[in-house]
């Protein structure tokens, strides 16, 4: 079947300091030009086949899944492919490996794309610097002086590495993307939750397990706090655990529960301080009943539809709730190990975070990369740019592909960075610096660094290096999902949040101190 050229091997942004794309902006390029598939080739990671995926799927377009290394690429032809590359990746020192459903491209047989427009070559040789701890000048006059080679100079000398338009892809040769292209299965990566099974005691179902522990907290906790102490507020209890089961019954997560209960219950039974109930789980009157969350939320008017609802689940995917669980800090590694005991210890990590660059921080990068200022006036000149936790609402108000810290600040707050940059009735920024901040608004939401997850942890039905990307986190220990909390759950796997949280140390120690 002809396919006609579409960009196979692509470095997106997962590629830390090294690729540009990001897969949103990618797979936009293509349906722009009416191209039929597109491909990912990050180099030795899957961290972003995730999105890429899905961003595919929702545009219509073929999505080619693959993994680069040092000068060739591996693509999946079928789903087993898939489950091959995961292996690879998750222990590249491993070299027995069938690549039977994988097809072998060579670098020299094409051209590696590392940005989506022409443009963006200045905001990838922004991210090239960076990584290489320089700046641009000091790159510049290396070339200009003649130079040894060094790491992507080639990058700095042309700016041809982007998605070409339509017109200009006829002049290239579609043999090997064709090759590709007719041998490449269309499967899906995504699953439903596939939640490890929890032992429950006497052969009882864990439906029947989860209304046993809510019958007892109707009498250890309703009952014994007077709160159903009338056929009124029984009836209001009642009603409100029945619609609250229903929909739990409806997703089948009745094991997601079982799963947290057991683990706030590790904690209290081995007399550690748990958190009261973050976030919205605090509206589910089950969480409340199993001791998950110590918040009423029939007393306090919460809303259990906040917390969960019928309409996330879909015949494709059902998403799971979000129960955040405060955790002493100097206990994590010790509720961890419970976990990792009670599931198998090849079925349960921690996870990746990927550092983003966000409106301070970015235009910080960007300056210095020019040497644009000295380091007081940088200060000077970002000092005003407000965090992002402090304007979510107005961030949100925003269009998504507008969505900046530095545009919101420039629109709201113009006055205070009108002497570097400003915008005029057109739209168009302005000022001494207006060309820095318009790349800074360009790189926010880039990815600079790859860290772990401060409160993440993923359980598994299967061993984690089978059906999830691992990769060995900075500084050593234990491999961790080289994935994000939401890209794991569209993959079936369950993700947890067990925050460490000091304070509860804190109150520890006040316990200890009051019991002496």
């Known amino acids: 079947m002809e396919c006609g050229w579409y960009p196979l091997w692509n470095y997106t942004h997962y590629s830390l300091l090294k690729g540009y794309s990001k897969p949103k902006e990618l797979v936009k390029k293509c349906i722009d030009n009416n191209y039929k598939a597109c491909g990912i080739a990050d180099h030795k990671t899957l961290s972003g086949a995730v999105a890429f995926f899905q961003e595919c799927k929702s545009a219509g377009i073929k999505p080619i899944i693959g993994c680069s290394f040092d000068d060739f690429a591996l693509f999946a032809k079928n789903k087993k492919g898939w489950f091959d590359l995961i292996k690879i990746v998750s222990d590249p020192d491993n070299n027995v490996h069938d690549e039977a459903d994988l097809i072998r491209v060579n670098e020299s047989s094409i051209n590696p794309i590392y940005y989506v427009n022409k443009k963006d070559a200045k905001l990838h040789r922004i991210m090239l610097a960076s990584g290489m701890k320089t700046t641009l000048p000091k790159i510049q006059n290396k070339i200009l002086n003649g130079k040894e080679d060094f790491d992507n100079k080639v990058f700095f000398e042309k700016d041809d590495y982007f998605v070409v338009d339509a017109e200009q892809s006829a002049k290239f040769n579609t043999e090997i993307l064709e090759t590709v292209y007719n041998n490449c299965e269309e499967y899906n990566i995504l699953s439903k939750p596939v939640l490890p099974t929890f032992p429950t005691p006497n052969g009882q179902s864990e439906k029947e397990y989860l209304k046993q522990l809510c019958r007892e907290g109707w009498k250890n906790i309703l009952a014994k706090e007077g709160k159903v102490s009338d056929q009124e507020k ?41 958190g009261p109930g973050r976030g919205s789980a ?9 001791g998950i969350t110590k918040i009423d939320p029939i007393q306090y008017d919460l809303l259990f539809e906040r917390f969960y609802n019928s309409g996330r689940n879909t015949g494709d995917h059902i998403s799971l709730p979000d129960i955040d669980m405060d955790v002493p800090s100097n206990k994590r590694d010790e509720i961890i190990a ?12 921690q996870m990746v975070t990927f550092g983003r660059l966000r409106g301070k921080s ?45 545009k919101w600040s420039l629109i709201n707050e ?96 006040v316990e200890e101190l009051i019991n002496e």
Not at 371 to 384: Q, R, S, V
Not at 473 to 491: H, R, S, T, V
Request: aromatic share 10%.
């Open 234 to 274: 029984r009836d209001s209890y009642h009603h409100r655990f029945l619609r609250e089961f229903d929909v739990i019954d409806e997703a089948e997560l009745f094991g997601y529960f079982l799963i947290v209960q057991d683990i706030i219950k590790f904690v209290t039974d081995s007399g550690w301080i748990a």
């Open 282 to 290: 605090a509206g589910c009157l089950i969480s409340y009943m199993l």
């Open 338 to 349: 419970y976990i990792e005991d009670k599931y198998g210890h090849n079925n349960v990590s």
């Open 362 to 406: 970015a235009l910080k990068e960007v300056l210095r990369i020019h040497e644009a200022c000295g380091f007081g006036l940088m200060n000077e000149i970002t000092k005003p740019l407000r965090n992002e936790a402090d304007i979510s609402d107005g961030l949100q108000e925003m269009d998504e592909d507008e969505r900046s810290i530095i």
């Open 414 to 509: 113009p006055d205070s960075l009108r002497d570097y940059c400003y915008i005029t009735d057109e739209g168009e920024l302005r000022g001494d610096y207006a060309e820095y901040f318009q790349q800074a608004i360009d790189l926010e939401g880039t990815f600079k660094t790859q860290g772990k997850h401060a409160a993440g942890v993923v359980i598994s039905k299967e061993p984690l290096d089978e059906v999830c990307p691992m990769v060995d986190p900075k500084g050593g220990g234990k491999k961790i999902a080289a994935l994000e909390m939401d890209d794991l759950e569209a993959l079936g796997n369950v993700k947890l949040d067990v925050l460490g949280l000091s304070t509860l140390d804190k109150f520890m120690k």
